[in-house]
């Protein structure tokens, strides 16, 4: 019962945190002379006010949901990819190659197809600073940030030459857009509003990647080596090839956020010449919300709906009472500063439980970030309490 | 066509586009450099540079004066260093995370300041280039090294200084040591904390000048967004250059030589996609370093919060 | 202290709650809001989603400026009202506000951006009694709600080209483009086109910056234009104002195009080719109030006035340079001058 209830203070703190920032930008909506209660008011009711706006809000999260599983898994060890943004393009264009080449095969197929090829082409994008970590000594947040505007430009050539769509190749328009899938290739509704099936999968994933990182050998190996890369060394692993490992897996997931925004969102790829237009920033949301989940793929969920709503609702409340979408983005920035700073107290309750009863201690969610100290010497993928 | 490319015309402009090129990146990386070395990541570069960029151009618009402008950038630079320590030092937050909440900060607050303040586009006259007796009116390099402006040489002349303080100093060693171990420098008597401070308020302040040197120096204009993804180049850029100030002269100027060498290819007609020829910069600084295969070693408590054993 | 959070939170939680039983009353005092509109006579009501923000001197000002003369000319706000949701370049969540602005029953939704044109494809048939536009573009998808815009850029390019050729005195001019697709690229095509046209020694080198908003990269192509000898720059999209602001350090001459960039530096920058939506809302308007929602592509030119090359009357300009530009024109509009544009 107690422990119950400090798990629920535990995950109300960023919804407080939250809320402060949300206080904060309530002056400086009142500096922009807003009625800030009609302000936050679109928000709530954009981001959760029918089932439509929580079908929205649910549509948002999937991306975050999914690029924030495979920050979970680099974290975890202890590799910063911030190349979320060029993997999920990399991964789309790669879907979307799929599905407009095999134009008359059955769309399940095609479908599935297309997320092998997005979770093949994430990979390519996300192993490739893996390797250049691991056996070259480059710095992944240079080599990503990096990744990202090459795969930015290649999005732009591919879109407005090979892969631009016959029908504006045609017109003096020439939007840089593919065609469009076939109808069949869409990924299926859930409920009558913009649901996909995606967001299952996500949903699906997020307890696949906690199993993975929890109760398999790799996964132990990625934490192992995230924590101590010494003593994982002198325990027999090829810390290389987890670094590798990582990565890959933090792009793969990315790239499939990136096939599934195309298969159920837009039906097709389109750039507006930047990396946002398509990804809508989540390749760097993600970590964010990967960060509020406390870097669990169980926490990552609500995590995302939480960022999704904000960023959903956000947008709602610019309609509404028509302020700059400037707002907004400072709005997050607040957010994010909030929630994680508001940590300390998490850590601290942690700290606090832990010396009042280190019997049994340890289980998945307890767990600390990987940036924290302590030393990776348990010896088995530990059992969950 | 390709011939044209070895023309001194071109090989001079090169090297004039890319001194000019590197200064806002030098700003930024060196103060992300001390930053790094301290043990601190800080990802908000951009959104610091976005503010300073703003600061500066609207004090200068304002009141007609590039140095108040500079100022104002300075002391946005350091409010916003100031937020960050104290979210980083004193609340052990997530470095990277936080990092990315200021740049999302600065790009929204920079971008709204600028609506409500300035309300559209607007060019202001900035620091004009800088005539040196004699220096400048050499044939041809007087051309390429000495008709910049004063920010321009402000971020060249940084590069000695920060590489005598971080070396040669009692300061430079404190932030080295905590960089490195912070428990044994706190055990000696080192605080971390003011130390951390230290580091990321001039981090700070020098990601401020790095926007300024872009909105009163090289472009004379502000717009939203209008780093564009400078600042992140700029932390990248402090790993091309092993966590050394000269290194990180060494990358800037790289990564912006050849970004002026693909806009020569465009204007001299080389038929190349001009989006392959955008990638060129990018995907150079990455095979640069990999030829180079460099084993420094980051500081060791990079991105680690500090804390007292209690 | 350690509660401080939480206990802030559940105050700010019950203010929200509190706050929100009585909102209803105070939302009607917002200026152009949806929800508030019992006006005696019911207003024509439009909303526009946009990439960039309304004051970047280039694509979505146009459309911004072109609202506010299509409101002033209709009679003010009790005639038409606009709303407009800017900075809108994530495409998914431009989707979202044109969904939620028809389901608010507004009777012209502007999707002003050629990214914007798949989820129109995707949300027009589910509201077939709201009329939407989107450019640039013709297509309008066959939907008989669905109207297409586009601009005829190449026609003031040329003109600018023009100009432009005879202004040189190097004979190379420089051109900055973001990327190299859409009304960008008509605009380049149409401006080397006048250019050469004019004096067939001019040399014209474009650079593409592989982006919209990059601001220092503009700049920087400019300034290599310069030093490659261009002394007359030109540049489409909301970027080239760092490429205006060396233009003007450096005294170079300019050529705007989509809004009026004068302003920015009104010494050097000679003409500009400035988009006036206005012609083609006003015939989409009239033609939703009689009853057609749309299956109508308009195009923007010289002739029919969506397109003006605008003079900056701070700059000086010679005689025969603008009559050089006022034959063009004019030809345009005859057409004896045909511009090729890549299809």
């Given at each position: 019962m107690r422990a119950w209830l400090d798990t629920l203070i535990d995950a109300l703190l960023p919804l407080a945190a939250t809320l402060l920032a949300l206080l904060v930008g309530a002056v400086m909506l009142l500096f922009l002379k807003v009625n800030p209660v009609v302000a936050y008011k679109a928000l709530l009711v954009g981001a959760f006010g029918s089932t439509n706006a929580i079908a929205e809000t649910l549509v948002k999260a999937t991306p975050l949901l999914l690029v924030g599983l495979g920050i979970c898994i680099s974290f975890q060890g202890n590799v910063i990819n911030i190349g979320g943004e060029g993997q999920m393009i990399v991964g789309a264009i790669l879907g979307t190659l799929v599905g407009l080449t095999l134009t008359d095969w059955p769309g399940w197929l095609v479908i599935t197809l297309a997320m092998v090829a997005g979770f093949i082409g994430g990979a390519i994008w996300g192993g490739i600073p893996g390797v250049l970590k691991a056996y070259f000594g480059v710095n992944e947040i240079l080599s990503t940030v990096m990744m990202n505007a090459i795969a930015v430009q290649l999005m732009n050539y591919l879109l407005r030459g090979p892969m631009i769509d016959p029908a504006q190749a045609a017109m003096a328009s020439k939007i840089p857009q593919t065609a469009r899938l076939p109808m069949d290739f869409r990924l299926p509704r859930l409920v009558p509003t913009r649901l996909h099936l995606g967001a299952l999968i996500a949903l699906i994933l997020a307890f696949l990647v906690y199993i993975f990182l929890w109760r398999t050998v790799w996964g132990y190996r990625i934490r192992a080596v995230g924590k101590n890369p010494h003593a994982s060394r002198y325990a027999g692993i090829n810390v290389k090839r987890y670094v590798v490992l990582a990565l890959l897996l933090s792009g793969a997931f990315a790239g499939l956020a990136g096939v599934i925004q195309v298969y159920g969102v837009n039906y097709r790829m389109i750039t507006d010449g930047s990396s946002t237009g398509f990804t809508g920033g989540a390749g760097f949301n993600g970590i964010v919300a990967a960060l509020f989940g406390n870097l669990h793929p169980i926490g990552t969920i609500p995590a995302s709906i939480l960022f999704g709503a904000l960023l959903v609702g956000a947008n709602k409340m610019q309609r509404v009472v028509q302020v700059p979408s400037a707002l907004i983005t400072a709005l997050n920035g607040l957010v994010v500063v909030f929630v994680v700073s508001s940590e300390i107290w998490r850590r601290k309750r942690q700290r606090r439980r832990l010396s009042s009863d280190q019997s049994d201690a340890g289980g998945g969610e307890g767990e600390d970030a990987p940036v924290q100290e302590s030393p990776a010497d348990e010896p088995q993928p530990e059992v969950q309490g | 066509m390709i011939t044209k490319l070895f023309s001194s015309t071109v090989i001079l402009g090169i090297l004039a586009s890319g001194i000019r090129l590197a200064t806002p990146y030098l700003y930024a990386a060196i103060g992300e450099t001390f930053g790094q070395r301290s043990g601190v990541l800080n990802l908000g570069v951009e959104g610091q540079m976005l503010l300073g960029a703003f600061a500066a151009f609207y004090v200068s618009w304002r009141t007609g004066n590039l140095w108040l402008g500079l100022l104002a950038a300075i002391i946005v630079g350091a409010v916003m260093g100031l937020a960050m320590a104290f979210v980083t030092v004193n609340l052990h937050a997530e470095q990277g995370i936080s990092g990315i909440g200021f740049y999302l900060f600065g790009l929204g607050m920079s971008d709204l300041l600028f609506q409500k303040l300035v309300g559209t586009v607007k060019t202001i006259q900035g620091f004009p280039a800088l005539h040196i007796p004699v220096l400048s009116d050499i044939p041809v390099l007087g051309e390429v090294f000495f008709s910049h402006n004063i920010l321009v040489y402000g971020a060249y002349a940084l590069v000695p200084i920060a590489w005598f303080v971080l070396n040669k100093t009692t300061l430079g060693l404190k932030i080295r040591s905590i960089g490195e171990n912070p428990q044994a420098a706190d055990s000696l008597g080192i605080s971390v904390a003011a130390v951390r401070y230290y580091t990321i308020i001039q981090g700070g302040i020098l990601s401020g000048i790095a926007g300024a040197s872009l909105s009163i120096g090289l472009l004379n204009v502000f717009q939203q967004n209008m780093t564009s993804g400078l600042g992140f180049i700029a932390v990248a850029l402090v790993y091309f250059g092993a966590w050394r100030p000269l290194g990180v002269l060494g990358g800037a100027l790289l990564f912006s030589m050849v970004n002026a060498f693909q806009l020569w290819l465009q204007v001299l007609g080389v038929p190349i996609p001009s989006d392959l020829a955008v990638m060129l910069p990018y995907v150079l600084t990455i095979l640069v370093l990999v030829a180079a295969a460099s084993k420094v070693r980051a500081p060791s408590a990079l991105a680690k919060p500090f804390e007292r054993e209690a | 202290m350690k509660r401080l959070p939480l206990i802030l939170s559940l105050l700010v939680v019950l203010a929200l709650v509190m706050s929100g039983c009585n909102s209803t009353s105070s939302a009607p005092t917002q200026a152009p809001q949806a929800e508030a509109t019992q006006a005696p006579q019911k207003p024509f009501r439009v909303a526009v989603v946009m990439p960039s923000s309304i004051n970047d001197l280039a694509f979505s000002q146009s459309m911004y400026d072109a609202l506010i003369a299509v409101q002033k000319a209709m009679g003010g706000p009790e005639a038409m009202e606009f709303v407009y949701s800017d900075g809108m370049y994530v495409v998914d969540d431009a989707a979202a506000a044109i969904r939620d602005y028809a389901s608010q029953g507004y009777d012209l939704i502007i999707a002003?951006?050629?990214?914007?044109g798949s989820s129109l494809q995707e949300i027009a048939p589910d509201f077939p009694n709201t009329s939407f536009a989107w450019g640039t573009t013709v297509d309008t998808f066959g939907m008989p709600n669905v109207f297409a815009y586009e601009a005829a850029s190449e026609e003031g390019g040329y003109v600018n080209g023009v100009m432009a050729a005879k202004l040189s005195k190097s004979d190379v001019l420089g051109v900055i483009g973001p990327i190299e697709t859409g009304d960008a690229q008509r605009y380049v095509e149409g401006f080397i086109a006048g250019a050469q046209a004019t004096n067939p020694n001019v040399k014209v080198n474009v650079t593409w910056t592989g982006s919209f908003s990059d601001v220092s990269a503009a700049a920087e192509a400019a300034n290599t234009h310069i030093a490659a000898g261009a002394d007359v720059l030109t540049g489409t999209a909301q970027m080239v104002v760092g490429a205006i602001g060396v233009a003007k350090e450096k005294n170079v001459l300019w050529f705007g195009t989509q809004a009026d960039q004068s302003s920015l530096a009104p010494n050097i920058v000679v003409a500009n080719q400035v988009y006036h939506w206005e012609v083609v809302l006003t015939q989409m308007i009239d033609l939703i109030q009689h009853g057609t929602l749309g299956g109508k592509a308009f195009t923007i030119n010289l002739a029919n006035g969506g397109e003006v090359v605008e003079y900056n009357p701070q700059f000086d300009l010679p005689q025969d340079v603008k009559d050089a530009a006022e034959t063009a024109i004019q030809d345009i509009k005859d057409g004896k001058i045909k511009i090729e544009v890549t299809k």
């Open positions: - | - | 002003h951006g050629s990214q914007y």
